[in-house]
């Protein structure tokens, strides 16, 4: 499984935006909230969560759940 997150600019946001994330299937596995002032939030399986500044560390934070869920016996 793979998710890629896009590209934001936060000063450009005027609010609190909110992105579904979703799988290759297209079923919702999460949530991207992002605003200036606010930083960036991640919400993944209904039971990970994280906060950001960068979008690289966002990208960072996905994919090492990816891998710890992919690998999980």
Same mark, same amino acid.
């Given at each position: 499984?793979?998710?890629? $997150?896009?590209?934001? @600019?936060?000063?450009?946001?005027?609010?609190?935006?909110?992105?579904?994330?979703? @799988?290759?299937?297209?079923?919702?596995?999460?949530? %991207?909230?992002?605003?200036?002032?606010?930083?960036?939030?991640?919400? $993944?399986?209904?039971? %990970?969560?994280?906060?950001?500044?960068?979008?690289?560390?966002?990208?960072?934070?996905? @994919?090492?759940?990816?891998?710890?869920?992919?690998?999980?016996?």
């Amino acid at each position: 499984m793979q998710i890629k $997150l896009p590209v934001t @600019d936060l000063k450009a946001v005027q609010s609190i935006e909110s992105i579904e994330l979703k @799988d290759e299937a297209g079923r919702q596995v999460g949530q %991207y909230l992002f605003g200036k002032g606010h930083g960036r939030i991640i919400f $993944l399986f209904g039971k %990970y969560r994280g906060t950001f500044k960068t979008h690289a560390e966002c990208q960072a934070f996905v @994919d090492g759940v990816l891998a710890v869920i992919n690998h999980a016996p």
